[in-house]
């Protein structure tokens, strides 16, 4: 059971133009929420993350929506710069299950046209 | 602060062999965490470290697999009797506590550059 799902593969976007990678969750039990950007050949780089204590959190250029009633979370990166071309990780964490791994989703890679 | 380093980067060994990789968190993190990913997927959680203390396994860890850490620094990851399907990238993790910050209600885990294993 995939308890947190990106269901786009793939996205390309025109560079200067608004990125949303999307991501849902079926835990209700999950209230820490992160995106990881991965390179090939490399591990996952940390990029932003949400408590569900709040809806929305923003960081440069990067800003993570979080709608706890429909189990969705989105990031935004505005402008997308040719460089944000990787595969975006969504991952999931519960504070009250007494476990530290993260779940994490299937991944979308994202390309940013030039 | 170097981040997390992980070693070898790259192994090529044959089916059966015996393979050990090693993890080095951030120097101030005492929890530590071992995940593996395949191709089209995330990261898939292996195994937890607070301190030298394994406090928990995926059922994803076999008999094959063994981690250790020692001394609450360093870590390995020991894969016995290689086959074919353990081919992967083996990512390795660190963390502190989470410091009581509402706004991160638990830790938040850096990640090394992984460990690439083939097995032919």
């Known amino acids: 059971d995939q308890q947190v799902k990106q269901n786009s593969p793939s996205l390309s976007v025109q560079e200067g133009r608004i990125s949303i990678l999307n991501c849902d969750y079926t835990n209700s039990m999950f209230d820490y929420f992160l995106w990881y950007k991965k390179y090939p050949a490399e591990g996952p780089t940390f990029l932003i993350s949400i408590s569900s204590i709040k809806d929305k959190n923003e960081d440069g250029r990067f800003t993570v929506f979080l709608n706890k009633s429909a189990k969705h979370l989105s990031l935004h990166i505005v402008p997308s710069q040719p460089g944000d071309s990787a595969v975006y990780f969504c991952?999931?964490?519960?504070?009250?299950?007494?476990?530290?791994?993260?779940?994490f989703g299937t991944g979308t890679r994202l390309k940013v046209l030039a | 602060d170097t981040g997390v380093s992980q070693d070898p980067r790259h192994k090529i060994t044959k089916r059966g062999q015996n393979v050990t990789f090693r993890c080095d968190p951030i120097s101030e993190h005492n929890r530590l965490y071992w995940y593996r990913q395949t191709l089209g997927q995330g990261p898939e959680f292996l195994t937890y470290?607070?301190?030298?203390?394994?406090?928990?396994k995926s059922r994803l860890l076999s008999d094959r697999f063994s981690a250790e850490r020692p001394k609450g620094s360093f870590s390995t990851l020991e894969i016995q009797r290689t086959e074919q399907g353990d081919s992967a990238m083996y990512l390795c993790?660190?963390?502190?506590?989470?410091?009581?910050?509402?706004?991160?209600?638990?830790?938040?885990?850096?990640f090394g550059p992984g460990t690439r294993l083939t097995v032919l």
């Open positions: 993790a660190s963390s502190s506590p989470a410091a009581g910050d509402p706004n991160r209600p638990t830790d938040t885990q850096y």
């Open positions: 470290f607070q301190n030298e203390a394994q406090l928990e």
């Open positions: 991952a999931a964490d519960s504070s009250t299950s007494g476990t530290y791994k993260y779940i």
